[in-house]
């Protein structure tokens, strides 16, 4: 059973940083992408950042210059660095894993989402 563990969410002033990092379990050997998307109060769920494994990395437009995605040398766990956070960066984060690679060598396409980490950043 694939699971993702979320931490280092919180409440921060406006212009501060924050990391966020999650890091999957379950006999994984290889994980194709990992990205994290947020999900703010009466809106729709976005794409914030994504990192294959690769090495390739996508932003969102409001996350370009300011937050970075990156991954551990594991490949298993991933982090996300906000950087001057403003108050339209409240929201509930969520790390989301897609092709997993599991022991013994099962392919599983599938997305697997976390629990959420909440992101406040007060003005």
């Known amino acids: 059973q694939v699971q993702l563990v979320e931490s280092g969410g919180g409440l921060v002033q406006a212009g501060e940083s924050l990391r966020l990092s999650c890091e999957a379990s379950g006999n994984i050997t290889q994980i194709n992408v990992m990205s994290w998307y947020r999900q703010a109060p009466g809106k729709r769920r976005e794409l914030v950042a994504a990192?294959?494994?690769?090495?390739?990395?996508n932003y969102s437009d409001s996350a370009k210059g300011r937050f970075t995605i990156s991954r551990d040398s594991t490949s298993k766990a991933v982090y996300l660095q906000m950087n001057s956070l403003k108050p339209e960066d409240t929201a509930v984060y969520y790390c989301v894993v897609t092709g997993i690679t599991v022991e013994p060598g099962v392919f599983m396409p599938e997305q697997f989402w976390g629990q959420g980490a909440q992101v406040t950043v007060a003005s």
């Open positions: 990192h294959t494994r690769v090495g390739t990395t």
